[in-house]
């Protein structure tokens, strides 16, 4: 399936430390989020920077922030679980564990290619100094009864810039489960693609898909499309959300789309608005 944080993470790794560490934030922390009076969240951290020599390149510097719910309750487990396939494709072990092995994995895919490719006298050095930051967060929009969980990556490995990637999950609060695209929308997918198209058009001041290719090279390099981690259920709409490089080249960013409820009224099949 299209958009599959793994697949986009494995792609990024083919592309005397200064700190290291993992750690959990206590509750207190600004990084603790509480979604109910059963579900908290709170965010393990980890952070390497490194010099892989005694000038300034080449270099790395890592930070991941994730997510995940505390205590041993059902549903806890149930959207830990759910979190671990989503931002790891495993389950085998605890988000703590799998957010330390990730990094760790990255950071050896850095020094390597660090290693085999840096030249001291390249007029360049700068571009060799790698850069991966992702934060996995709680959105505050997002709607009652569910968590909109917002996985945003940016990331350095040389080049005239960086890549960026925002994916999501969106999670019931009373059984932890995931909100997959058939069971919100079943068989109007098709109708729901033609109002995110037409609200992006909309958006850019177009009159039709046509005109804004020709203007902005929005839609030249893909359609619009729905999977499961590619739209937020927020208080007042969907916000679909596509990717640069995905429908348009690296200069339009993301692009993102909303539609009301009232707009999606008679395409959802699941009832998810109180």
């Known amino acids: 399936m299209k958009n599959k944080l793994f697949v986009f993470?494995?792609?990024?790794?083919?592309?005397?430390?200064?700190?290291?560490?993992?750690?959990?934030?206590?509750?207190?922390?600004?990084?603790?989020?509480?979604?109910?009076?059963?579900?908290?969240?709170?965010?393990?951290?980890?952070?390497?920077?490194?010099?892989?020599?005694?000038?300034?390149?080449?270099?790395?510097?890592i930070s991941i922030k994730v997510q995940y719910v505390e205590g041993e309750s059902e549903v806890a487990q149930t959207i830990n679980k759910q979190l671990a396939t989503?931002?790891?494709g495993d389950t085998s072990m605890s988000i703590e564990k799998a957010n330390t092995c990730f990094g760790d994995s990255v950071a050896q895919n850095y020094e390597k290619e660090l290693t085999e490719f840096y030249e001291p006298d390249n007029e360049y050095q700068e571009t060799f100094a790698y850069e991966y930051t992702q934060k996995d967060t709680v959105s505050p929009a997002s709607l009652d009864g569910y968590i909109c969980y917002v996985n945003r990556i940016e990331s350095y490995t040389g080049g005239a810039h960086g890549g960026a990637y925002e994916s999501y999950i969106n999670l019931c609060k009373e059984t932890g489960q995931m909100i997959t695209a058939k069971e919100l929308f079943g068989e109007h997918q098709d109708d729901v693609l033609k109002l995110i198209k037409d609200q992006i058009v909309k958006d850019?001041?177009?009159k039709t898909a046509a005109e804004l290719e020709e203007k902005r090279s929005i839609f030249a390099l893909g359609d619009v499309y729905i999977t499961d981690n590619n739209f937020q259920l927020q208080k007042d709409g969907i916000l679909f959300c596509y990717n640069p490089y995905e429908i348009a080249p690296?200069?339009?960013?993301?692009?993102?789309?909303?539609?009301?409820?009232?707009?999606l009224e008679g395409l959802m099949v699941k009832n998810i608005v109180k």
């Open 9 to 61: 993470i494995a792609t990024l790794l083919l592309v005397s430390c200064w700190d290291t560490k993992n750690t959990k934030q206590n509750e207190d922390s600004e990084d603790s989020t509480k979604c109910s009076e059963t579900l908290q969240f709170t965010t393990c951290n980890y952070i390497k920077k490194k010099k892989l020599s005694n000038g300034e390149y080449p270099k790395y510097d």
């Open 204 to 206: 850019n001041d177009c």
């Open 86 to 88: 989503f931002l790891y």
């Open 250 to 263: 690296w200069s339009e960013g993301f692009i993102f789309a909303k539609l009301t409820y009232k707009q």
